[in-house]
């Protein structure tokens, strides 16, 4: 198998960067970008290409930075959109929710909170895959890997930021997939669950208590919660990458099997996405007569 060439986002920490690592030591070759280029030096050192990339950035600023990324092998086979963040809280709180994301303002309206959520977790992938879909039409081959979430799925408490963002990015990306199909395009949708990376440290979550007094105890021990899972989670995120490899690759765990759309990674992500299918189709069945009672009355 000839190497791949990957591109991917955000790769400053988490998953990003052990996406890095490990695509380097299958042999592949990887375009780790990051807001900070200089946070990547080490990834340059171990043989990564290394490029600056803003999310947020406009569609032009997008397109050229691809467009020079394409340039370095001659193409690009697979691109993983990682950057993302969370913004958490009471929907009627998030106004006053800090967001985890670094570059905000603590003073950011709940307006301009929703809108920077989805500024980076959905317009900002639509943007880089967009850059890139010509390039994968013209050769009738390639792979789109969408990081999401749980959060994807199913929408926790105090997460409606985060979730919007992940649900959103879930069907864009199933339509796409519907799309670019025929072209030999493949799309997969990685959902994970509790996962060991930085994720939920203090200095990454800063959700505060709802100032509601009818939220106000539920969200405090939600964040206490998440607090305390910080650095205990079950999840491994080398082993989680290792198989997105897999499935990209067809190799391993994914040899001889064709690549799903969606994978949930994680125990705890198994058992989320199956006791919501399994309460959707009961709830689907119970109420079956009243779905399908409006068409209009047959005629005489």
């Not at 650095?231 to 290792?242: I, L, N, S, T, W």
């Amino acid at each position: 198998m000839a190497p791949l060439v990957w591109l991917v986002t955000g790769c400053s920490s988490g998953f990003g960067r052990i996406f890095a690592q490990q695509i380097l030591s299958r042999g592949d070759h990887v375009i780790a970008t990051a807001r900070k280029v200089e946070t990547l030096d080490d990834l340059s050192k171990a043989g990564a290409s290394v490029m600056k990339l803003d999310v947020t950035d406009d569609q032009d600023t997008i397109t050229d930075i691809v467009q020079k990324a394409m340039s370095i092998h001659g193409r690009i086979d697979v691109l993983v959109n990682n950057a993302g963040f969370i913004l958490g809280g009471a929907w009627e709180d998030l106004s006053q929710v800090t967001s985890s994301h670094k570059r905000l303002a603590l003073t950011l309206n709940r307006d301009q909170q929703f809108r920077q959520a989805f500024e980076t977790n959905v317009f900002g992938v639509l943007k880089v895959t967009k850059a890139l879909l010509p390039h994968f039409r013209e050769r009738r081959t390639g792979t789109n890997v969408f990081i999401s979430s749980l959060s994807g799925f199913h929408g926790y408490e105090f997460n409606a930021g985060y979730s919007g963002t992940k649900f959103a990015l879930e069907g864009m990306a199933e339509s796409l997939w519907r799309e670019t199909t025929h072209f030999n395009i493949r799309t997969l949708i990685v959902e994970p669950g509790q996962f060991r990376t930085e994720l939920l440290s203090s200095k990454n979550l800063k959700n505060e208590p709802s100032k509601i007094p009818d939220y106000a105890q539920r969200s405090k021990d939600f964040d206490e919660y998440l607090a305390k899972r910080s650095g205990h989670q079950a999840g491994d995120p080398e082993k989680g990458v290792a198989i997105v490899l897999d499935l990209v690759r067809g190799e391993g765990v994914a040899a001889g099997k064709e690549m799903p759309l969606r994978i949930a990674l994680g125990a705890d992500g198994y058992e989320v996405v199956k006791d919501k299918c399994d309460e959707t189709l009961k709830s689907l069945e119970a109420w079956k007569d009243v779905s399908c009672s409006t068409n209009f009355d047959a005629e005489e």
